[in-house]
C-alpha cells in the first residue's frame, strides 16, 4: 500500500545564501507544509533557474505510524441477492440482510479478530468506515459483534462507499436489458438511466480515497497523541464499490477491471502493510 502526504497551501519567502566563489546568490523559498508537520522547500537559483525540492523534518516532530493493515468486506447475504424482485418494491438502501446474511457478518468479524490477533500485539484496535445502506450497517453491527469495546477506536458512516446506483426504483424486466447492454457497451463505462456507471463510483470513490490518505496522515482515527502503530481499519461496501476502490487504490487499467468479480458476501480481502509502510 503506498501512502503520501496532502500539503497545504504554501507561502513564498526570499534568503540569501553564500555561494561557493564566495558571492551572495538570492534564492526563493517556496516553503509549505503537510500534514506531518514537516516543511517542503523549493529553493531556485536565479543564475540558472534551477529548482531543487526537499522535505525537512522537524526534530521534535514525532511520525504517525500507518495502519497495520485496511480490511475490505463486503456486505453479507442480502434480501436482494436472493430475490432480485425485491429491488422493485424496496428502495435499495433500506434492503437488508437475510438470517444467512448476519451469521455470515458474524462470521467474518470472528476471522478478522482472529487475523489481527494473530500478530501478537496487545494493543492492537479496529476503526470502522461504512456504507449508509441497511445491509451493510446491519453487516457493520455483525462484524462489530467479535469485538470489545474497548478495542473500537471508532465509526465513520461515508456515503461515498454506497453500492452503484442502479436508478431509483427498479423494473425487473427492464433491468435485465440493461445489464445485458451493459456486458455489451463495457462494465466499467455504461450508465444506467438516472443511475451511476463504474466510471461515475470511480470518481466519488476517488475523493473518499483523498479522504482516507488525509485521515491516515494524520493518524486522525487515533485519540489525540496516541501513536498505535496497530490500528486496523476495516470499509464495510458493497461488491462493486468495492472493486473500484481496489482498482483506484492500484492504479489498475479499465481493462483490468472488467475482468474483475465480485468477492463473496459476508467475505474480506486485506490489504496489509509491508515493507517501508507500503
Not at 509549505?32 to 523549493?42: A, H, I, M, Q
Not at 479499465?254 to 502493510?273: A, D, I, P, Y
Request: charged residues 25%; positive net charge; hydrophobic residues 35%.
Amino acid at each position: 500500500m503506498v501512502f503520501t502526504s496532502l500539503l497545504s497551501p504554501a507561502s513564498t519567502s526570499t534568503f540569501f545564501l553564500p555561494a561557493s566563489n564566495s558571492r551572495l546568490v538570492k534564492f526563493r523559498i517556496q516553503c509549505c507544509e503537510d500534514s506531518l508537520g514537516r516543511s517542503s522547500k523549493k529553493y531556485i537559483n536565479s543564475e540558472n533557474g534551477l529548482a531543487k525540492d526537499f522535505l525537512v523534518t522537524p526534530a521534535n516532530t514525532i511520525s504517525i505510524p500507518r495502519p497495520r493493515r485496511i480490511i475490505l468486506v463486503r456486505h453479507g447475504q442480502s434480501e436482494g441477492n436472493v430475490d432480485e424482485s425485491v429491488y422493485t418494491q424496496v428502495p435499495d438502501p433500506k434492503i437488508g440482510l437475510t438470517e444467512k446474511g448476519v451469521i455470515e457478518a458474524e462470521e467474518c468479524g470472528k476471522r478478522i479478530r482472529k487475523l489481527i490477533e494473530s500478530d501478537g500485539a496487545d494493543d492492537w484496535k479496529v476503526y470502522f468506515y461504512v456504507s449508509p445502506y441497511q445491509r451493510t450497517l446491519e453487516t457493520l453491527q455483525g462484524v462489530g459483534k467479535a469485538f470489545d469495546f474497548s478495542r473500537i477506536a471508532g465509526v465513520r458512516e461515508e456515503p461515498r462507499l454506497r453500492e452503484q446506483d442502479f436508478g431509483n426504483f427498479q423494473d425487473r424486466e427492464k433491468m435485465r436489458v440493461e445489464k445485458a447492454e451493459r456486458i455489451l457497451y463495457g462494465r466499467f463505462f455504461y450508465r444506467f438511466p438516472n443511475g451511476e456507471s463504474a466510471a461515475d463510483v470511480y470518481d466519488r470513490i476517488t475523493g473518499f480515497r483523498e479522504t482516507l490518505r488525509a485521515d491516515i496522515d494524520i493518524g486522525r482515527f487515533q485519540p489525540p497523541g496516541q501513536r498505535n502503530p496497530n490500528m486496523n481499519l476495516v470499509i464495510v461496501s458493497h461488491g462493486l464499490t468495492l472493486r473500484v476502490f481496489l482498482m483506484r487504490w492500484y492504479k489498475w487499467t479499465v481493462e483490468q477491471f472488467e475482468r474483475l468479480n465480485n468477492f463473496g458476501n459476508g467475505s474480506e480481502l486485506v490489504m496489509q502493510t509491508g515493507l517501508g509502510g507500503r
